[in-house]
C-alpha cells in the first residue's frame, strides 16, 4: 500500500523558514518522481516543484524559484521541501505526491503552511 505523510508544517513569520518532510512507503521511492502541490484558502491547486533525483533533475514554480529547495534522502524514503524567505502568498496546504510525469497517481494528506506576523 502506497503511503505519502506529510510533516513540518506550522505558523512562521514573513521572511522565515520551515522544512516539510513526506515519509514515503510501498513503492520504490528512488526510481520515482516527486512533486509538491499547494493549495491556498479559496484557489485551486498549485504545482510548486517535481524532483527527479534519479535522473538528479529538479523543477521549480517561478513563483517558488530561488526560495524553495526540494530534496530527497533514498535511505530514509523522504522527501523534503526546504523553505526560505517565506511570504504570506505561500500560506497553504501542502501536499506531496507520487508523480507519473502525465500526472500524480497517490497524494499525502496535506500539512498547513500559515505565513502570518
Known amino acids: 500500500e502506497v503511503q505519502l505523510v506529510e510533516s513540518g508544517g506550522g505558523l512562521v513569520q514573513p521572511g522565515g523558514s520551515l522544512r516539510l518532510s513526506c515519509a514515503a512507503s510501498?513503492?520504490?521511492?528512488?526510481?520515482?518522481?516527486m512533486s509538491w502541490v499547494r493549495q491556498a484558502p479559496g484557489k485551486g491547486l498549485e504545482w510548486v516543484s517535481s524532483?527527479?533525483?534519479?535522473?538528479?533533475?529538479?523543477y521549480y514554480a517561478d513563483s517558488v524559484k530561488g526560495r524553495f529547495t526540494s530534496s530527497t534522502d533514498n535511505a530514509k524514503n523522504t522527501l523534503y521541501l526546504q523553505m526560505n524567505s517565506l511570504k504570506s502568498e505561500d500560506t497553504a496546504v501542502y501536499y506531496c505526491?507520487?508523480?507519473?510525469?502525465?500526472?500524480?497517481?497517490?497524494w499525502g494528506q496535506g500539512t498547513q503552511v500559515t505565513v502570518s506576523s
Open positions: 524532483i527527479y533525483s534519479y535522473i538528479s533533475n529538479t
Open positions: 505526491a507520487k508523480d507519473l510525469g502525465d500526472y500524480i497517481d497517490y
Open positions: 510501498g513503492f520504490t521511492f528512488s526510481s520515482s518522481a
